[in-house]
């Protein structure tokens, strides 16, 4: 049954999610609990539940938003805090760039970190990069300097950024799959998604916000 936009914010807090300490990000905690990394070591079995609950953090920021302005159009626009990163600006810029030219159904947009449904951060981290949440329903992407002097940071970004759309790590994939992350290694460079990653993202905001939670319901109930 179709979820109201008025009630999304209250099913939005009972989603699962994968609980994290807040973290200061230039020295994260290597034994923080499980993330969706960049690459396969890094966030181990439990990388695909993490991806999701990513997600789902995300999607409870929008919900509250769309239970406060139940006027709000269907198509949705996912806002990003990147205060916070200051040294991938350029590297965010981009990513949330070829995101918005590669998607119909969902728009990433720069704002302030009290309106944002997710943000951007940076540091040294043993892990690398990753995607995560701090279990209250703020998600957000790391950063690591080395990781991003050893991988092409705009890919790193753009597969990063692929997280808060929906799509899970899927390190066995070629080059051509941006979520592929760190699995083909270094010379791989590419930041693009393939059609088969841009057709999963618009499949999945086809109907605007509430089609989306309704999907990440179905998982978190499975």
């Known amino acids: 049954m179709r ?5 999304l914010a209250v099913l939005g807090l009972g989603l699962t999610m994968a609980g994290l300490g807040t973290a200061a990000p230039a020295a994260a905690s290597p034994a923080a609990e499980p993330h969706a990394g960049f690459v396969a070591g890094s966030a181990g079995s439990a990388g695909s539940d993490a991806s999701r609950a990513f997600f789902q953090a995300v999607l409870k ?14 198509a949705v626009t996912v806002v990003y805090d990147a205060s916070r990163a200051p040294s991938f600006s350029a590297q965010i810029a981009r990513s949330t760039q070829i995101w918005n030219s590669s998607v119909s159904n969902v728009r990433l947009q720069s704002g302030s970190a009290s309106a944002a449904d997710f943000s951007y951060r940076e540091g040294n981290d043993s892990r690398g990069s990753y ?50 992350g760190g699995g083909p290694g270094p010379s791989c460079t590419n930041a693009v998604p393939n059609a088969t990653e841009r057709s999963r993202v618009n499949r999945l905001w086809a109907n605007g916000f509430a089609a989306a939670m309704d999907k990440a319901l179905e998982k978190s109930a499975r």
């Open 131 to 180: 995607a995560s949440t701090d279990g209250h329903g703020s998600g957000y992407i790391f950063l690591d300097y080395r990781q991003n002097q050893q991988y092409d940071s705009t890919r790193v970004t753009a597969h990063e950024t692929g997280h808060v759309l929906g799509l899970p790590d899927h390190y066995s994939g070629p080059c051509s799959e941006l979520m592929s």
């Open 3 to 7: 979820k109201s936009l008025s009630s």
């Open 61 to 74: 920021s929008v919900a509250e938003k769309r239970a406060a302005n139940p006027s709000a159009t269907a």
